[in-house]
């Protein structure tokens, strides 16, 4: 049975989780320990007592920790591709992928920690100068979901401890085992022991008695955003530092003049890759009426020609939806789509393949309305709506019409249009003839409205939220 690590030590829970593969409901990937609230205490503590310890190591000291973890992660980027390809279910190309993509956030942050910069400023006063100082915020929670098993915990844990600080991790119950070899990996890092802790469990136990402590001193969140807004009300009750990543409705808007096969395209890959699962996935298509049918017909074309299988097999191109809970939830929302009185143009069928598990065809609706709910509601699954829009205006104004705002597209040929589009529309990431999702790792990631809370994650914006800000005045 896999451990938990905390104060340094691999420590048995209270419970066990099985891990299975949403591929094959008969491959168990593992069976891993769950934490309590007492143990999550236990892990917090020792973090406390860690966090200066490690902020005083030497920057170089700091900066090797974090190089050799990224250096490790990507020499065994296929063992751990397919283990997390098994365990979540994306397929092994996107799984070998997001596992670079975590070794390439330890590396950039381990040069970050060399960059880490104040400023020095004059004073109004004669005889007075200003150092503006940043520095560590203290113990940091980190609790990620289960749609990038290692990716999203390295863009949260490599700048937490680049900065200084020191960490309480709570992966997503799903996936504990990507989780926990990257924190096998962190464990022989050299870090002072209870500088990074990694507890499995359930959201309830372990993320609210993180959540809860008044000696964690800043929430880095990715999930929904019902946690989201609960997690919000009990961490800022007592002025912790939060950072809330809470999903999307990602509009992509296809003009008339687009390059309808680079729309289509854009469409495939921004919305059914990774089985639909990416907060950042396109879930509505918004395309203005002259290229309308044309669009529609070429994405169902390309839907139908899609591999779904299992994540493992080579000639997969959508894997499984990652659990039943989520499966099921898509096939209620394709019935839900077709009660409201939208057409579904294609897919939205379970599928049965050689072993047991989660496969759906990817779908796609048409002559979607936009206060239809599958317009509206975050579904995250492969599923996704085409509305007509009249001309550009009207296209905005349909891409701002939900709560939400993490990515946005548009696909067209017209420099007024993009640039216009880029300007106004409501979302932290916007995307020009490419998918809504796939982001880079140096730069910001994030969004408006109800998508996101806080400071950006990712690049040297990490910096704002894992660090604070001390204005220090001497008089010389
Ligand atoms: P998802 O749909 O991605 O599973 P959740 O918001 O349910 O979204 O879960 C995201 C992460 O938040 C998971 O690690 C989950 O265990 C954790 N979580 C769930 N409930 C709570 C809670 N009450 N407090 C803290 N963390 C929680």
Redesign the pocket.
């Known amino acids: 049975m896999y451990k938990n690590l905390i104060a340094g030590e691999w420590r048995e829970g209270t419970g066990t989780r099985v891990n299975l593969s949403p591929s094959d409901t008969a491959d168990q990937v593992g069976l891993y320990t769950q934490a309590s609230a007492q143990d999550t205490l236990a892990a917090i503590e020792s973090a406390e007592q860690a966090q200066p310890i490690w902020a005083a190591r030497s920057l170089q000291q700091r900066a090797d920790a974090l190089d050799f973890i990224g250096s490790e992660i990507l020499a065994r980027r296929e063992e751990l591709g397919i283990l997390l390809a098994r365990e979540e279910g994306k397929v092994l190309v996107e799984a070998i992928a997001e596992v670079t993509r975590a070794g390439q956030v330890f590396k950039f942050f381990a040069g970050e920690v060399l960059r880490i910069q104040g400023e020095h400023m004059a004073s109004v006063r004669p005889g007075i100068e200003i150092d503006i100082l940043r520095q560590p915020v203290g113990v940091v929670a980190i ?5 990038f098993p290692i990716a999203i915990p390295a863009w949260k844990i490599a700048p937490a401890l680049a900065y200084g600080n020191s960490v309480v991790f ?4 799903l996936v504990p085992g990507s989780a926990w070899a990257l924190s096998e990996i962190i464990s022989r890092a050299g870090l002072p022991d209870g500088t990074f802790n990694l507890l499995m469990g ?3 136990v372990v ?2 008695a ?2 809860e402590s008044p000696r964690v001193k800043a929430i880095s ?4 955003a ?3 807004r ?2 919000l009300q009990t961490a800022s009750a007592r002025f912790a530092k939060l950072q809330l990543e809470m999903g999307g409705k990602n509009p992509l808007v296809i003009m008339n003049d687009a390059d309808l096969a680079q729309a289509i395209e854009c469409a495939v890959q921004g919305s059914y890759f990774s089985t639909g699962q990416r907060c950042t996935a396109s879930s509505r298509f918004i395309v203005e009426k002259g290229i309308y049918r044309r669009f529609v017909e070429g994405v169902q074309e390309r839907l139908e020609s899609l591999r779904v299988g299992h994540a493992l097999h080579a000639d997969s191109q959508i894997g499984p939806v990652a659990d039943q809970a989520q499966y099921e939830q898509n096939l209620n929302y394709v019935s839900i789509g077709q009660a409201e009185g939208a057409v579904l143009a294609t897919g939205g069928q379970p599928l049965k393949r050689d072993t047991h598990g989660y496969f759906m065809s990817p779908a796609l609706f048409i002559d979607t309305a936009a206060d239809m709910r599958i317009a509206q509601e975050e579904i ?1 699954g492969p599923i996704a709506c085409a509305i007509p829009a009249d001309n550009y205006e009207h296209a905005l104004q349909l891409a701002n019409g939900t709560p939400f705002g993490l990515s946005a597209g548009i696909c067209t040929t017209s420099l007024k249009y993009a640039t216009h589009f880029k300007q106004h529309v409501q979302s932290g990431m916007v995307m020009v003839n490419t998918p809504t999702a796939g982001v880079d790792y140096h730069v910001p990631f994030g969004g408006t409205k109800g998508s996101s809370y806080g400071p950006r994650e990712q690049g040297r914006y990490a910096a704002e939220f894992f660090t604070t800000v001390k204005t220090a005045y001497t008089h010389v």
């Open positions: 609790i990620t979901p289960w749609n709570k992966p997503a119950d359930r959201g309830g993320g609210q993180m959540v969140f990715t999930g929904s019902e946690t989201g609960n997690l995250f």
